[in-house]
């Protein structure tokens, strides 16, 4: 798996705002986990949930600061967020565990 290359199709698919094509970077049984929303989302119907309120619903837009794969299974991803939201821009991250080629676990927070 080339995570550079998944990382770069993930962003580009949520700026696009393809649902169905989001969750297909995830397994089934995927968490998010986001303590700036105060919140786990669990399986492709809580992060299609996290996706359709967080991005689509403000609008947001992702840009990659800075990426650094651990290992064949973990990367760290920096963002800088633009939406419709009160801060209209802001830094966050994003802590990949990946299996069988899609993301298992998500870890994500603001800066």
């Known amino acids: 798996m080339d995570i550079k290359q998944f990382i770069k199709d993930w962003i580009l698919v949520g700026n696009s705002y393809d649902t169905e094509k989001y969750l297909a970077f995830y397994t089934e049984d995927a968490v998010l986990d986001d303590p700036s929303v105060g919140r786990k989302f669990s399986g492709k119907n ?19 600061v800075d ?38 676990l998500l870890s994500a927070d603001l800066l």
Do not use: C, M, W
Not at 49 to 63: M, N
Not at 92 to 103: A, H, L, N, P, R
């Open 67 to 104: 990426l650094v794969v651990k290992n064949t299974d973990q990367a760290h991803l920096e963002v800088e967020f633009r939406g419709d939201f009160p801060e209209g821009k802001i830094g966050g991250t994003f802590d990949f565990t990946f299996k069988e080629g899609k993301i298992a």
């Open 46 to 64: 809580g992060i299609k949930e996290y996706f359709e309120s967080y991005f689509i619903g403000y609008k947001t837009q992702t840009r990659k």
